[in-house]
């Protein structure tokens, strides 16, 4: 951080002076001279005491004394100098520190723009992050709803082909169940019926009982395929 102008202006008077105490309460007056300036409804330049015109300036007490009060007790020992002449000392006094304080308000002005720049500078970043986290936040979004449409789909498909599989097997088996109960009911009554019953079409039944057998080997074998096709 650059040093204040107006600070390093104070010490540079305060080094010019007689005492930095005497410096400090000129600064302190001319403080509240500015905030409130005398106000002096009687005529101007007299003396309030003496009715004298006040033509010194006491440094000591920094005011204006006439000629009378010089000579009392109370200024006697102080160093007083005609006004005009304590006038232009002050106007000196009085220009450095406007100097120094119009450097004071440059830099305050520069340091504003400063401040503002940055500021700026910082919400445009936050303003293109936060822009950048939302984008990001949209992609993965999209790619989510894409994963989970795609997975959907998959599924949707394996559960169709499991569904068309089962139905054929489930009719496949009933109308297996159905022949396979016709075939028992017809042993059964030709064990229990003549021999002439008995072996009138015995090849047949027996090769049916044989297709029975073929049919079991062949449902085994698309089990098997059922399962490898679909996992
Ligand atoms: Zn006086
Ligand atoms: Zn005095």
Redesign the pocket.
Same mark, same amino acid.
């Given at each position: 951080m650059e040093t204040s102008p107006v600070l390093s202006a104070e010490q540079h008077l305060l080094g010019k002076t007689s005492g930095p105490t005497d410096n400090w309460e000129t600064w302190w007056k001319l403080q509240n001279s500015f905030i409130c300036p005398p106000v002096k409804p009687q005529e101007q330049n007299l003396c309030e005491k003496h009715e004298e015109k006040l033509r010194l300036f006491?440094a @000591?007490?920094q005011r204006m004394?006439c000629v009378v009060c010089r000579e009392s007790k @109370? &200024?006697k020992t &102080?160093s007083a100098s005609p006004v005009e002449e304590a006038a232009e000392e002050y106007k000196v006094k009085l220009q450095e520190w406007l100097r120094s304080l119009r450097k004071e308000e440059e830099y305050k002005l520069k340091s504003k723009v400063k401040e503002e720049e940055q500021y700026k500078a910082t919400k445009d970043r936050l303003r293109t992050e936060k822009k950048k986290l939302e984008s990001e936040f949209e992609k993965l979004q999209q790619l989510l709803k894409e994963n989970e449409k795609t997975l959907n789909e998959k599924l949707e498909k394996m559960e169709k082909k499991i569904n068309m599989v089962e139905n054929a097997n489930i009719t496949k088996l009933t109308n297996q169940i159905t022949s396979l109960k016709a075939l028992i009911t017809e042993i059964e009554k030709k064990c229990e019926a003549s021999a002439w019953e008995l072996l009138k079409d015995v090849g047949s039944t027996l090769s049916r009982c044989n297709n029975v057998k073929l049919q079991c080997l062949e449902m085994v074998k698309s089990y098997k395929g059922k399962y490898n096709q679909v996992y």
């Open positions: 006491c @000591e007490d004394i @109370e &200024h &102080h």
